[in-house]
Structures are given as C-alpha cells and as structure tokens.
C-alpha cells in the first residue's frame, strides 16, 4: 500500500544539474529516514545521499557526491529532493529512491524502494 515514485531523470550534459523527486504515498504515520542510491549497470548498487529526522537530524553523502548534491524533505508532501550539479559522467546510473516508514497502527518501522529513474550524462 505503501508507494514511492521517483521522477526527474534525464539526460543532461557534463556539468549540469537535475533535480530528483522521490514521493510517498499510502498510509503514512511517519517517515524516519529517506535515502537516494544509485547503480550504475554492472555495478553495485551505492548509497548517494540520506537524511533522517531522529534526533537533531543529519544529512549523509558519498564523498563522490560531496559539494554537488543536495538532500532535502519537505514533510508536508511526503517526499524528498535530490539536486545534483556539476554532474560527470561517472553519475549516470538508476537512481532509487529509499524510506524507513512507519505505517498506520503498525509499530514497525519498514524499508520501501521505488522504481527507479535514469539520469544519464554525456555530451
């Protein structure tokens, strides 16, 4: 019941900028942790960036990432971004979108994967 539904890939040349949406839908009663992760084919699959609201709250990037993606939520929407800049080509891969959630009257806290969206970069 639980949905996530990524969107915003797409080809885009060296250096430039996508912006990511990642949206959740179902019966939500709380979103603890949203991560994107990336594969690129035949690879594994990585982790990109993640953050949680537990505690203060963090944010978590790849070094290979670092300074050219950005991770937000906006609560009230049930979803989150991923802004990526100064994108290379080593960036082209799926990107998936990942949520700890807990349901309604369920107690447990669940992982939930989305699709999937293709960014590729080239020129």
């Not at 040349?13 to 990511?20: A, I, V, W």
Request: charged letters at 15%; proline letters at 2%; hydrophobic letters at 30%.
């Amino acid at each position: 019941q639980v949905q996530l539904v990524e969107s915003g890939g797409g080809l885009v040349q060296p250096g430039g900028s996508l912006r990511l949406s990642c949206v959740v839908s179902g019966s939500i009663q709380r979103i603890y942790f949203m991560a994107w992760y990336r594969q690129a084919p035949g690879k594994e699959r990585e982790l990109v960036a993640s953050t949680t609201n537990v505690g203060s709250g963090s944010t978590n990037y790849a070094d290979s990432v670092k300074g050219r993606f950005t991770i937000s939520r906006d609560s009230a929407k049930n979803s989150v971004y991923l802004q990526m800049n100064s994108l290379n080509p080593d960036d082209t891969a799926v990107y998936y979108c990942n949520a700890h959630i807990t349901i309604v009257s369920e107690s447990l806290k669940y992982s939930y994967w989305g699709q999937g969206t293709q960014v590729t970069v080239s020129s």
